[in-house]
């Protein structure tokens, strides 16, 4: 009996990994990079199809992969409004991006995503299905929160997570996003412009 439930329980880990991939075949855009797939467009929560290219503003496009469900996008989305209240005033586009393939039936279903905006109060700001990944595959986003900002030019400028305190906005000590769009906004070099995203992994479904 032992045996047998050994032998379902491998069964079970080995579909779990054939099902799903966290995106470590995709390698995540480097500093310099141009943004790909910038005319690929996404339905959004509000019922509009948006490309990555209708985002830009003056100074450039922030993109934040996010979800309904992570533990740190819970504990990190509550910055999301200040999040675009800074983008806004370094006039740069902003949109959050649902990548979660696998849980399109579920957690992440497109009604799951409206409810979850309205309920954690960023209704305002674009929040788009990201069919079959592959926006996040062209991105190489692993996480849920992972932060992309790009110049005017496309070009990525910062890359990595929003601060060093995902558990409390107030002792965050390093406010590396809002700092990376004061000083792109500004024109200043972004120290750091690569940082460690923390978060759950982007659930794609694998093919």
């Avoid at 032998?7 to 079970?12: F, K, M, N």
């Avoid at 943004?35 to 490309?51: C, N, R, W």
């Avoid at 496009?61 to 819970?74: A, D, E, G, K, Q």
Wanted: proline letters at 4%; one cysteine or more.
């Amino acid at each position: 009996m032992k045996k047998l439930g050994f032998v379902i329980a491998t069964a079970l880990a080995v579909l779990i990994v054939f099902a799903f991939s966290g995106g470590e075949e995709y390698e995540t855009l480097k500093i310099g990079s141009k943004a790909p797939k910038i005319d690929y467009e996404m339905e959004s929560t509000q019922g509009e199809m948006v490309s990555v290219k209708s985002l830009m503003k003056e100074n450039g496009t922030l993109i934040i992969y996010s979800c309904n469900t992570c533990p740190f996008v819970i504990a990190w989305e509550d910055r999301y409004p200040e999040i675009a209240g800074w983008a806004e005033s370094a006039k740069v586009g902003f949109a959050l991006i649902n990548s979660n393939e696998a849980k399109r039936q579920g957690d992440d279903s497109m009604e799951e995503m409206k409810n979850h905006a309205a309920e954690k109060g960023y209704p305002d700001i674009p929040y788009l299905v990201d069919n079959n990944s592959e926006l996040a595959n062209a991105y190489g986003a692993k996480t849920t929160p992972h932060v992309f900002l790009f110049d005017k030019n496309w070009k990525l400028v910062y890359e990595g997570a929003i601060d060093n305190n995902h558990k409390d906005m107030n002792a965050a000590d390093q406010p590396y996003l809002k700092n990376a769009l004061k000083n792109l906004s500004e024109g200043n070099v972004i120290d750091p412009n690569d940082t460690k995203a923390l978060g759950c992994s982007i659930k794609r479904v694998k093919i």
